[in-house]
C-alpha cells in the first residue's frame, strides 16, 4: 500500500513539474526550455536536495516508462492522418533517414571505440538516436548496458532539438519538410516534439522518420556489434 501512494505522488509530481514547463515553453519559445529537458531538471534537483532514491522515485516513473510503448504505436495516427505527404516525399524520408541512421551509429562506435570505452557501454550507445522503449530492448538483446541506452538516448535527444535547428538553418535549409525529417531521424521523440514548431506536415514526416529510424537500428545494430566484435 505504501508503495502505491509513493508511486502516485511521483507521478503527481512529476505532471506538476511537466505542466508549468510546459506553459513556460509555449510562452517563451526557448530550445533551451524544452518541458522534458527543464521538468527533468527540476526533478533531479529536487531528488538530490530532498534525498529521495531513484528506485523511491521510479515506483512511479516506471508506470510512466511503460507508457512509451503505446505511445510509439500512437504516432500510427499522424502517420494515417498525412499519407499524402508521405507519399510525395518517400525519397527524402529513406534517404534522410537510413543515411542519418549509419552516420550516428558509425560516429558513436568510432567515438566509443577510441576513448576505450568497455564493449557493454559501446553497443549501449550504438542506438542512442533510435526511439527509447526501442533502443533499451536492441541492448539488451546484443549485450549493451540499457542504462547507458537511456542515459545516451536522453543526451542524442536533447541535443538534437538544441542544436538540429540551428546546424539546419546554418546550412541555410528552409524546407520545414527537412526539419521534421532530420529532428525525428536524429532526436526520436523529443526531436517530434520540437517540430511541431513547423507545421503539421514536419510532424508526421518527423513521427515516420522516428519509426524509420528504428526499423532501420534494429537491422542495423546486431550488424554493428558484429563488425565491431566479430
Known amino acids: 500500500m505504501l508503495a502505491f501512494i509513493l508511486g502516485i505522488g511521483m507521478i503527481a509530481l512529476t505532471v506538476a513539474i511537466y505542466i508549468p514547463a510546459t506553459h513556460l515553453y509555449r510562452r517563451l519559445k526557448w530550445p533551451i526550455l524544452m518541458p522534458v529537458l527543464t521538468a527533468t531538471a527540476v526533478i533531479v534537483l529536487i531528488l538530490l536536495i530532498s534525498g529521495i532514491k531513484l528506485d523511491t522515485y521510479m515506483l512511479g516513473g516506471k508506470w510512466i516508462q ?17 499519407l499524402d505527404v508521405l507519399k510525395r516525399n518517400i525519397i527524402p524520408i529513406l534517404g534522410g533517414t537510413l543515411g542519418g541512421s549509419i552516420v550516428g551509429m558509425s560516429t558513436g562506435a568510432a567515438i566509443s571505440l577510441l576513448l576505450g570505452y568497455p564493449q557493454d557501454i559501446v553497443i549501449a550507445l550504438l542506438p542512442k538516436s533510435i526511439t ?6 536492441l541492448a539488451d538483446q546484443v549485450g549493451g548496458n540499457s542504462s547507458f541506452t537511456s ?9 538534437g532539438i538544441l542544436l538540429g535547428p540551428m546546424i539546419l538553418k546554418s546550412g541555410r535549409v528552409s524546407s520545414k519538410n527537412a526539419y521534421g525529417i532530420g529532428l525525428g531521424s536524429a532526436s526520436h521523440a ?25 526499423i532501420a537500428g534494429s537491422v542495423m545494430l ?5 563488425l565491431i566484435y566479430g
Open 66 to 82: 511503460e507508457l512509451l510503448g503505446p505511445a510509439v504505436v500512437s504516432l500510427a495516427f499522424p502517420l494515417a492522418k498525412h
Open 151 to 159: 542515459l545516451f538516448v536522453m543526451i542524442a535527444g536533447f541535443s
Open 190 to 214: 523529443l526531436g517530434m516534439a520540437r517540430s511541431f514548431e513547423y507545421g503539421e506536415n514536419a510532424v508526421a514526416l518527423s513521427s515516420v522518420s522516428m519509426i524509420v529510424s528504428a
Open 132 to 137: 527509447t522503449p526501442v533502443a533499451i530492448q
Open 222 to 226: 546486431p550488424l554493428w556489434v558484429w
